[in-house]
DNA sequence: GCCGAGGGTGAGCGGGCGCTTAGGGCGCTC
DNA sequence: GAGCGCCCTAAGCGCCCGCTCACCCTCGGC
C-alpha cells in the first residue's frame, strides 16, 4: 500500500488541534467512554471522572454533553473523509486508487477504533441541526468512493451493474469493521485492510487485481 | 431466489410464541422503541405507552427491562440462525445455497429492520450471562455460513485464501444492511437480497455466479 | 502587594429514571 | 352470588441524571 500512515494503528491521533489541554483530556476520555458504553449510556460524571477532574468542569469546555459528541462526530468524520480522498486523488489506476482508498479506510476503523465507533454509530444521538451537518459530511463520502468506482467502470477495469448499490455495499462493508474488530483478535489492522482490499477488487471484478497488490 | 418467504417482508411476524397477548404487545412494543431510540435511551414509560398500556403493567410481564431485551435478542438469534440453517441445508451447489443463505439473510435485515437492528447493535446492553448466552447463538450463525463457503472450497467451486476472514466479512455486509437500509429508500429488500448475494459470489470467487440467479 | 481573569471545585437543583406496592375491576367456578 | 385469581392502574420510592451556582486558587501585569 502507498501514500500517509504505514503504522498499525493507522494515523497520528487526530485531537492535537483540540485546545487548551483541558478539553482535549476531557474529549479523548469521552470517545473512550462513548466507544465503550454508548452515549446514552455514558454520564459526564463518568467522562470527567476518567479525565480526572470533577463532573462541573466539562461545563468549561462544552456548553452539554451533546456538543462533546459533535465535536467528536465532525473531527472523525473530516478525518475519515480526508483518507478516503487522499487515496481518491492519488496516481494510478482506477484498481490501485480503490485498493488504496479500503485498506487505509479499514485501517483506520480497526485502529481507531474507539474513534470510529462513535463516529459510526452515535449518529442518532444528535440533534437535527448537528445530525444535518455530519449528514452532509457523509454525502461526501459516498462521492469519494462512488468516483473511484465510476472511473473504473469507465476505463474498462471494472464490471459493476450498480454502482451505488456497489458504493454503499463497499463503504457498508468497511464500516462495519468498526463494529467486530477486536485489538486483542487474531488479526492486524493491516492484514484487515490487505483482505478487505482484495475482497472489494473481486466485487467490483477488478481484472487485475494482483497489480494492486504491491 | 428459492425456500421460504417470498414477500418483501421476508418472514412472518416472529413474535406469535410470545404468550400472553399483552406480553408480545409489550414486546412488539420494545422491539419499535429500542430499534428507534437505542436501548438506554428507551424508558419503561415510553414501552408501555406505546403498548397503550401503564408503566406499571411491563413488570407483570417481565421481571426487568433487561429481560425484555434478552428475549428480544434470543428469539431474533434463533430466526436468523433458522434463515441461514435452512439455506444451508438446502440442496445444489455450494454456489446456489451461499447465493440463497445471503439474499435471504438480507432480505430479513432490510425487511425486519427493527427487530434486526435490536438484534445486531443492542447486545452490549445485556448483562453478562445474557450477553454469553446470545454470543453462543452467534458463533452457531458464524458456523453456517462458514460450512458454505468450506464446501465451495473443497468441490472447487470457490477461490478463498482466507476462509475465516472471509466469512467475517460476508456476514458484516449483511448485517451492516440493518444500519442504513431504509423502507423509504430506492432499494426494496429482495432487490438489495439480489445485489448482494450477487456481491458475495463475486467475494468467493464463484466460477459459475451466473448459474445461481435463476 | 494588589487585582482581575480564567480554569477549577463542592454542593446541590429539578426532574425523570427503573421499579414497587396497595388496591380495584372483571370473569370464572361452584 | 360469594370467593378467588389474574391483569392492570395510581401513586410514589429512592436514586442518579444533566447541569448550575457560589466560591476558590493560581498566575501574569504593574
Same mark, same amino acid.
Given at each position: 500500500?502507498?501514500?500517509?500512515?504505514?503504522?498499525?494503528?493507522?494515523?497520528? @491521533? $487526530?485531537?492535537?488541534?483540540?485546545? $487548551?489541554?483541558?478539553?482535549?483530556?476531557?474529549?479523548?476520555?469521552?470517545?473512550?467512554? &462513548?466507544?465503550?458504553?454508548?452515549?446514552?449510556?455514558?454520564?459526564?460524571?463518568?467522562?470527567?471522572?476518567?479525565?480526572?477532574?470533577? $463532573?462541573?468542569?466539562?461545563?468549561?469546555?462544552?456548553?452539554?454533553?451533546?456538543?462533546?459528541?459533535?465535536?467528536?462526530?465532525?473531527?472523525?468524520? @473530516?478525518?475519515?473523509?480526508?483518507?478516503?480522498?487522499?487515496?481518491?486523488?492519488? @496516481?494510478?489506476?482506477?484498481?490501485?486508487?480503490?485498493?488504496?482508498?479500503?485498506?487505509? &479506510?479499514?485501517?483506520?476503523?480497526?485502529?481507531?477504533?474507539?474513534?470510529?465507533?462513535?463516529?459510526?454509530?452515535?449518529?442518532?444521538?444528535?440533534?437535527?441541526?448537528?445530525?444535518?451537518?455530519?449528514?452532509?459530511?457523509?454525502?461526501?463520502?459516498?462521492?469519494?468512493?462512488?468516483?473511484?468506482?465510476?472511473?473504473?467502470?469507465?476505463?474498462?477495469? &471494472?464490471?459493476?451493474?450498480?454502482?451505488?448499490?456497489?458504493?454503499?455495499?463497499?463503504?457498508?462493508?468497511?464500516?462495519?469493521?468498526?463494529?467486530? &474488530?477486536?485489538?486483542?483478535?487474531?488479526?492486524? $489492522?493491516?492484514?484487515?485492510?490487505?483482505?478487505?482490499?482484495?475482497?472489494?477488487?473481486?466485487?467490483?471484478?477488478?481484472?487485475?487485481?494482483?497489480?494492486?497488490?504491491?
Amino acid at each position: 500500500m502507498s501514500t500517509a500512515a504505514e503504522t498499525t494503528g493507522g494515523d497520528i @491521533e $487526530p485531537w492535537e488541534e483540540v485546545t $487548551p489541554d483541558a478539553a482535549r483530556r476531557l474529549l479523548v476520555a469521552a470517545v473512550e467512554a &462513548f466507544a465503550e458504553r454508548g452515549y446514552h449510556a455514558t454520564t459526564t460524571r463518568d467522562i470527567a471522572g476518567r479525565a480526572g477532574m470533577s $463532573p462541573a468542569a466539562l461545563y468549561i469546555h462544552y456548553k452539554t454533553k451533546e456538543e462533546l459528541l459533535h465535536r467528536i462526530s465532525r473531527i472523525g468524520h @473530516e478525518r475519515a473523509l480526508g483518507i478516503l480522498r487522499t487515496a481518491a486523488e492519488g @496516481e494510478g489506476s482506477a484498481t490501485e486508487r480503490l485498493a488504496d482508498a479500503v485498506s487505509s &479506510f479499514v485501517r483506520w476503523h480497526a485502529g481507531r477504533r474507539t474513534t470510529a465507533r462513535v463516529v459510526q454509530y452515535e449518529l442518532d444521538a444528535l440533534g437535527p441541526d448537528a445530525r444535518a451537518e455530519i449528514v452532509a459530511l457523509r454525502r461526501r463520502v459516498d462521492a469519494e468512493v462512488r468516483g473511484i468506482i465510476e472511473d473504473g467502470v469507465a476505463s474498462g477495469e &471494472f464490471d459493476v451493474l450498480d454502482v451505488q448499490g456497489t458504493t454503499l455495499a463497499v463503504l457498508s462493508l468497511c464500516i462495519d469493521v468498526a463494529r467486530w &474488530f477486536n485489538i486483542e483478535g487474531p488479526r492486524t $489492522p493491516d492484514e484487515v485492510g490487505a483482505l478487505y482490499a482484495d475482497l472489494v477488487l473481486r466485487m467490483v471484478g477488478a481484472k487485475d487485481a494482483g497489480a494492486a497488490r504491491k
